[in-house]
């Protein structure tokens, strides 16, 4: 019993066809009745349901566990590589334009250049085409790191890959959809809340490995699609933040999900057909964590080398300032000087640290924005919190009844300009 199960378990997660084909014979009971009992001793109930709310397993046999928790090992590994760049931002971005590019390719009929890509990702482009609204949106999401991982989450991303940040805006699927790319049979429309409540039960399953808890949302919603509109935006955005949670910071949440999520392949969908049919989500599992795998020795080889680049420049130029600009530019006081990249984040802190009445929104966005001499506009503040007009002109409004900026008149709208915070060592 334990020779077949191994087999056709752990050396390959085979199906009862794939042993017939091995064994090139049509009767293959006898055998296939052997690497089911294997798999039952190492059989876990998860919180995931299929499409009739029965609740699925998987089958984590001491093999299949080294798989999972040596890749956790690894990104961890790769995490502490992350932390000991001075400059983290290049790492990110890179990252970034990676996962926009994977992103054109599945909802843009011409694929932008790279150089486009590039600017997206620095969020530089001020008004983009209605073309690449969602690259902006998912760009954008990418610096959205306060966002509490919660069941309220999932439709939260939805709408604002959408362009609005009420939950209203996130439609949940109406009907059942017919793809033909995608034949997983999703369950019926009035039993989308739920499952999407047992998916977050399920990244919450301690007794299931952190990276595959992420593999298996991605399983979840291939299957379910459960909203309207931009379900493997929303996908690849919740492993990420998922991750982003569980303490793998950016290295999680730079995992290629993207690319798994719009893959065409049939072989790809005839693995997870055979979960649907089996209730058994190790199919799914070990046909997505090796290809996360691969993709994590890139994650190894970017942080290398951008190691590497630091290494060179300090060579070069032992005593490089970081290329901020004067703290005399700004409408702040002394705060110091940071080297890792987080400097908005820094300043956004320290001044609600000094002005406790500033809300999170406003100190951010002031934060960024306090350039002397600069005129800043409610719809920034929309743009760059990722707001409705309401909250931006509250802020706003908020910020200049503070003292931090000075409200003037320019033609038919107001704009808002820095006023210097004196008075802090």
Not at 264 to 279: A, D
Not at 359 to 387: L, N, W
Request: charged share 30%; hydrophobic share 40%.
């Amino acid at each position: 019993m334990t020779e077949d199960g191994k087999k056709y378990t752990d050396l390959v997660y085979a199906t009862k066809d794939d042993v017939k084909a091995i064994l090139n014979r049509e009767n293959v009971d006898a055998e296939w009745q052997r690497v089911l009992s294997y798999r039952q001793a190492f059989s876990l109930e998860t919180e995931l349901r299929d499409r009739d709310f029965h609740p699925c397993v998987l089958t984590l046999t001491p093999t299949i566990l080294s798989q999972c928790y040596g890749l956790e090992e690894r990104l961890f590994q790769d995490l502490r590589l992350y932390h000991g760049l001075r400059r983290k931002d290049g790492f990110r971005l890179k990252r970034k334009a990676f996962a926009l590019k994977a992103l054109s390719r599945h909802c843009m009929d011409k694929m932008p250049n790279d150089a486009t890509l590039e600017k997206i990702a620095r969020l530089e482009v001020e008004t983009l085409p209605s073309s690449f609204f969602l690259l902006g949106s998912y760009s954008r999401l990418w610096e959205q790191e306060d966002l509490a991982f919660d069941e309220a989450l999932f439709p939260r991303l939805n709408a604002l890959l959408q362009g609005d940040s009420t939950l209203e805006a996130a439609i949940l699927r109406k009907d059942v959809v017919k793809d033909v790319l995608n034949p997983l049979l999703p369950c019926p429309a009035e039993g989308i809340s739920e499952q999407l409540s047992f998916l977050f039960l399920f990244l919450r399953q301690q007794e299931v490995p952190l990276l595959s808890r992420a593999v298996l949302a991605v399983y979840f919603f291939l299957s379910e699609r459960p909203f309207e509109y931009v379900n493997e935006e929303t996908a690849a955005l919740v492993c990420k933040f998922f991750l982003l949670a569980s303490g793998l910071d950016q290295v999680g949440f730079a995992l290629d999900f993207e690319s798994v999520l719009f893959s065409h392949s049939e072989t790809f969908f005839r693995r997870l057909k055979e979960t649907e049919r089996t209730l058994d989500l190790t199919y799914a599992l070990t046909s997505i964590l090796p290809y996360l795998a691969k993709d994590e020795e890139k994650i190894r080889q970017l942080l290398e080398e951008c190691r590497k680049e630091e290494a060179e420049q300090d060579a070069a130029t032992p005593t490089e300032e970081a290329s901020l600009p004067p703290v005399e530019e700004l409408a702040l006081p002394n705060f110091g000087r940071r080297e890792d990249g987080r400097v908005v984040e820094e300043r956004a802190k320290r001044l609600r640290e000094t002005y406790p009445s500033l809300k999170k929104r406003e100190a951010h966005f002031y934060a960024g924005h306090c350039r002397i001499g600069a005129f800043y506009t409610i719809e920034d503040f929309v743009t760059s919190e990722m707001s409705v007009y309401e909250t931006g002109r509250q802020g706003m409004e908020g910020l200049a009844k503070k003292g931090f900026y000075r409200k003037e008149r320019q033609g038919k709208k107001f704009v808002y300009t820095p006023i210097p915070i004196e008075g802090l060592d």
